[in-house]
């Protein structure tokens, strides 16, 4: 992992963002929503508590409600669209997307969730943590996946 704070933004430069703390976690996540709003195969999320991160420039926000109740927020840029972040609304967590990283030569996936609805064409190594929906545990073992590959570097 590079030196911190690590920063990124939307394409047209308009928002930017730094990261102060070592991120929880990265994944990749292979739900529909993802999908959508990256017009991709699957979404990179870094998650991390929501105070390690500062945003400069205005943000448009999206809210739906989740298929389980919650209300989930999409933080965009107006003017390009790009998507920076999202989360729980409330959540101490969040998550960037790690696209938007200026720097993204240093990312490998901890794992995938949501693989049930991931394109066929996506091959997820038999090593490699999966999960065919969210996973119970709060994301810990993805986190400890991380952490054993962040000190091997």
């Known amino acids: 992992m590079p030196d911190l704070p690590l920063t990124g933004g939307c394409q047209c430069g308009q928002v930017r963002y730094r990261i102060t703390a070592q991120p929880y976690v990265f994944y990749l996540c292979h739900c529909k ?4 709003h990256t017009s ?82 996506v091959e997820i190594g038999e090593h490699e943590l999966a999960y065919e929906t969210q996973p119970d545990d709060s994301y810990a073992a993805l986190a400890a996946r991380w952490r054993e590959m962040l000190a091997k570097v």
Do not use: Y
């Open 33 to 36: 929503e993802c999908q959508r």
């Open 40 to 121: 991709s195969a699957f979404g990179e999320s870094l998650r991390l508590p929501a105070e390690d991160v500062s945003v400069e420039g205005k943000l448009k926000t999206f809210t739906r409600v989740s298929d389980g109740g919650n209300r989930r927020e999409g933080h965009f840029c107006p003017v390009c669209g790009v998507r920076v972040v999202h989360g729980t609304q409330g959540a101490p967590m969040v998550n960037v997307k790690a696209g938007t990283l200026d720097d993204t030569r240093w990312l490998v996936p901890a794992g995938h969730i949501w693989t049930r609805s991931k394109q066929r064409f």
